[in-house]
């Protein structure tokens, strides 16, 4: 029992010195009434129970001893092992913080590159070694009119106009090898316009392989300006050249014309030399008029006459002089607005001036085609969207447009054709000084000519002329309501007649054919019946009969409108017309019926 207990106690998970105590009581429990009281017959035998007792009270305790050892390393292991782990979380924590904090510092400066690529000022295009566009930034669509992702994928070269393939290949080798290059040319927009640019490229290596970047700065508006201002310097020393010629010449003829007119005069001149004389006289003149032309681009002529105008009522006045060239292919739409602030200046110079244009463009269109003449006030601020001079003020400006669909002008010759003397016409045909004339008269007044035109297509000029805060009504006010599209045949046998209805419906911005034979008339409408709105017709004409010609025009298109003419109200009696005028006729009256019969429903309606 004392073995087990003394045995049991060794092991009993109590400190080694409460262990000891504990077994030593234990023994002294057990030997001590042993040898005080009990008489020992044989000591062999205790002592040997001692030693025995001792032995496995000794074994107790190294066991224990062991034990105790074990716990501890275990505890120390476990110690240890709670330390490293709060080390290691400590050490994840730290790394988690550093992980973060380096996302953070990676997330802004990719979001600081991200912004400086997308929103920076000018295209940047990145490619890899072949030429493949790998990224673009946003400002590609103003530049050049591709969305981003039209461009990705597709070879730089898309860019660049054909002719210059090789030497932006021969560029790009270049780069490649590790130059950079700053260069200026000219790239092609989406649209296939001209871009001018100016280009910076050189190639970086990345962790993904070499990238070739070009950052591309569009030019093209600084290089117009440029164009604007080389041109405005070469016309004012041209003007300064051909004024000074043409003034000596101005004095040379006013004294040719001024002694052939006093030899004209003198009685005693040999009649066989008169007609000489003439001759010497018209050329003269005729050389006077074109001195007039070079001192008004050159803006030595006379003083302006300024005087307030509308310029509504200068376009009506060209028109009538003009009346005689437009011939019947031609459609003439006006888009004059009313009630136009007044310009100040010359009107006789500004008709000359739109004459011109009108004459420019009639010879532009030799196969036909559509004169649009359109007067608007604009405001000209820092925000005006079209190309104006650089020195023309900020301010209302009216502008007159004269848009034509005519041959246009080719792009080597656009810059000359307000040189004096530039002319594409034949000798006899045109001596270039319209548009020079134009150039100096516009420039005197204060205003700015823009030239636009695309070879095939046609040719517009603008022209800005300072306007006034007045308003004055036009005296030929146009009747908008009255406009129409199509052509209108007038066919009487009276000439003068004719004249009269095509000047009307001209200033009106109708397209007007006439006809003094009904027969003409008649074969022109057959073929033409589609572009024919309104028949306008004498119907006492010599050699036909008015109600026949009529249902003749009537089966060839059951729907013309036809307005009916004569001087005798009773003829109208039997003749079905949509409209009827009685002679005299007076252009209100003309305009009014026009307007009444356009405006009335179709026949089969
Ligand atoms: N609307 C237009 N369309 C096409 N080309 C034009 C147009 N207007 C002018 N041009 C070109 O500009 C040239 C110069 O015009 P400009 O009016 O100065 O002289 P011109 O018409 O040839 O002669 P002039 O005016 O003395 O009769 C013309 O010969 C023509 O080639
Ligand atoms: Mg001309």
């Given at each position: 029992?004392?073995?087990?207990?003394?045995?049991?106690?060794?092991?009993?998970?109590?400190?080694?010195?409460?262990?000891?105590?504990?077994?030593?009581?234990?023994?002294?429990?057990?030997?001590?009434?042993?040898?005080?009281?009990?008489?020992?017959?044989?000591?062999?035998?205790?002592?040997?129970?001692?030693?025995?007792?001792?032995?496995?009270?000794?074994?107790?305790?190294?066991?224990?001893?062991?034990?105790?050892?074990?716990?501890?390393?275990?505890?120390?292991?476990?110690?240890?092992?709670?330390?490293?782990?709060?080390?290691?979380?400590?050490?994840?924590?730290?790394?988690?913080?550093?992980?973060?904090?380096?996302?953070?510092?990676?997330?802004?400066?990719?979001?600081?590159?991200?912004?400086?690529?997308?929103?920076?000022?000018?295209?940047?295009?990145?490619?890899?070694?072949?030429?493949?566009?790998?990224?673009?930034?946003?400002?590609?669509?103003?530049?050049?009119?591709?969305?981003?992702?039209?461009?990705?994928?597709?070879?730089?070269?898309?860019?660049?106009?054909?002719?210059?393939?090789?030497?932006?290949?021969?560029?790009?080798?270049?780069?490649?090898?590790?130059?950079?290059?700053?260069?200026?040319?000219?790239?092609?927009?989406?649209?296939?316009?001209?871009?001018?640019?100016?280009?910076?490229?050189?190639?970086?290596?990345?962790?993904?392989?070499?990238?070739?970047?070009?950052?591309?700065?569009?030019?093209?508006?600084?290089?117009?300006?440029?164009?604007?201002?080389?041109?405005?310097?070469?016309?004012?020393?041209?003007?300064?050249?051909?004024?000074?010629?043409?003034?000596?010449?101005?004095?040379?003829l006013t004294s040719i014309v001024g002694y052939t007119d006093l030899i004209l005069?003198?009685?005693?001149?040999?009649?066989?030399?008169?007609?000489?004389?003439?001759?010497?006289?018209?050329?003269?003149?005729?050389?006077?008029?074109?001195?007039?032309?070079?001192?008004?681009?050159?803006?030595?002529?006379?003083?302006?006459?300024?005087?307030?105008?509308?310029?509504?009522?200068?376009?009506?006045?060209?028109?009538d002089l003009a009346h005689r060239r437009f011939r019947a292919d031609i459609t003439?739409?006006?888009?004059?607005?009313?009630?136009?602030?007044?310009?100040?200046?010359?009107?006789?110079?500004?008709?000359?001036?739109?004459?011109?244009?009108?004459?420019?463009?009639?010879?532009?269109?030799?196969?036909?085609?559509?004169?649009?003449?359109?007067?608007?006030?604009?405001?000209?601020?820092?925000?005006?969207?079209?190309?104006?001079?650089?020195?023309?003020?900020?301010?209302?400006?009216?502008?007159?447009?004269?848009?034509?669909?005519?041959?246009?002008?080719?792009?080597?010759?656009?810059?000359?054709?307000?040189?004096?003397?530039?002319?594409?016409?034949?000798?006899?045909?045109?001596?270039?000084?319209?548009?020079?004339?134009?150039?100096?008269?516009?420039?005197?007044?204060?205003?700015?000519?823009?030239?636009?035109?695309?070879?095939?297509?046609?040719?517009?000029?603008?022209?800005?002329?300072?306007?006034?805060?007045?308003?004055?009504?036009?005296?030929?006010?146009?009747?908008?309501?009255?406009?129409?599209?199509?052509?209108?045949?007038?066919?009487?046998?009276?000439?003068?007649?004719?004249?009269?209805?095509?000047?009307?419906?001209?200033?009106?911005?109708?397209?007007?054919?006439?006809?003094?034979?009904?027969?003409?008339?008649?074969?022109?409408?057959?073929?033409?019946?589609?572009?024919?709105?309104?028949?306008?017709?004498?119907?006492?004409?010599?050699?036909?009969?008015?109600?026949?010609?009529?249902?003749?025009?009537?089966?060839?298109?059951?729907?013309?409108?036809?307005?009916?003419?004569?001087?005798?109200?009773?003829?109208?009696?039997?003749?079905?017309?949509?409209?009827?005028?009685?002679?005299?006729?007076?252009?209100?009256?003309?305009?009014?019926?026009?307007?009444?019969v356009m405006s009335s429903p179709d026949r089969s309606c």
């Open positions: 029992m004392i073995i087990v207990l003394v045995f049991v106690l060794g092991f009993v998970p109590l400190s080694l010195g409460m262990t000891a105590l504990a077994s030593f009581l234990v023994y002294a429990v057990y030997t001590v009434p042993i040898i005080l009281f009990d008489n020992i017959t044989n000591w062999q035998i205790f002592i040997n129970n001692n030693i025995f007792l001792l032995s496995f009270a000794f074994g107790g305790f190294a066991w224990r001893y062991y034990n105790n050892r074990l716990l501890l390393n275990k505890l120390s292991l476990e110690y240890d092992l709670e330390k490293s782990r709060n080390e290691l979380r400590l050490y994840s924590e730290r790394l988690e913080e550093l992980v973060n904090e380096r996302t953070r510092e990676l997330k802004k400066s990719e979001t600081m590159l991200k912004s400086l690529f997308e929103k920076a000022n000018d295209t940047i295009i990145l490619t890899d070694p072949e030429g493949r566009i790998t990224n673009v930034n946003s400002k590609v669509k103003e530049q050049y009119g591709y969305e981003k992702e039209e461009l990705i994928g597709q070879n730089i070269l898309v860019l660049e106009k054909e002719q210059d393939n090789r030497l932006f290949l021969e560029r790009y080798h270049r780069l490649l090898n590790g130059e950079s290059l700053v260069y200026e040319t000219t790239h092609v927009a989406k649209d296939g316009s001209p871009v001018h640019v100016d280009v910076s490229a050189s190639a970086v290596t990345l962790e993904d392989g070499r990238v070739v970047q070009f950052i591309v700065r569009n030019i093209t508006e600084k290089k117009r300006l440029q164009a604007q201002l080389l041109h405005a310097q070469r016309m004012e020393s041209l003007g300064t050249l051909t004024g000074g010629i043409a003034h000596d010449f101005n004095n040379l005069a003198e009685d005693s001149i040999p009649i066989e030399l008169i007609p000489k004389m003439r001759i010497i006289e018209t050329s003269a003149r005729k050389a006077t008029q074109i001195v007039n032309k070079l001192l008004n681009f050159a803006k030595r002529g006379k003083e302006l006459e300024i005087v307030p105008f509308n310029v509504n009522d200068v376009i009506h006045e060209a028109l003439l739409e006006l888009k004059l607005k009313q009630n136009l602030p007044i310009i100040k200046g010359d009107v006789a110079l500004m008709e000359q001036c739109t004459l011109n244009l009108i004459l420019n463009a009639i010879d532009a269109m030799p196969e036909g085609g559509t004169l649009e003449i359109e007067t608007e006030l604009v405001n000209i601020d820092s925000n005006f969207d079209k190309p104006v001079g650089p020195d023309l003020k900020e301010g209302p400006y009216i502008r007159v447009t004269f848009r034509d669909t005519g041959i246009g002008i080719p792009s080597d010759k656009i810059d000359r054709i307000f040189d004096p003397f530039f002319t594409t016409k034949g000798p006899d045909k045109g001596t270039g000084l319209g548009l020079a004339m134009v150039y100096g008269i516009i420039k005197e007044h204060g205003g700015y000519i823009n030239v636009e035109s695309e070879l095939g297509k046609g040719t517009t000029f603008e022209i800005y002329l300072p306007a006034s805060q007045m308003v004055m009504p036009g005296l030929k006010p146009t009747l908008d309501s009255l406009r129409t599209t199509g052509r209108i045949l007038v066919i009487d046998d009276e000439v003068p007649v004719l004249e009269f209805f095509k000047n009307t419906l001209l200033q009106e911005g109708m397209n007007v054919v006439v006809f003094n034979d009904p027969y003409a008339a008649y074969e022109y409408f057959k073929e033409n019946k589609h572009l024919v709105e309104l028949i306008i017709s004498d119907i006492m004409m010599p050699n036909i009969d008015g109600k026949k010609l009529i249902t003749g025009f009537r089966d060839i298109s059951r729907n013309i409108k036809i307005i009916a003419m004569s001087g005798i109200k009773e003829a109208f009696a039997d003749i079905e017309a949509d409209g009827y005028l009685f002679k005299p006729i007076k252009r209100e009256f003309i305009l009014e019926e026009i307007k009444k």
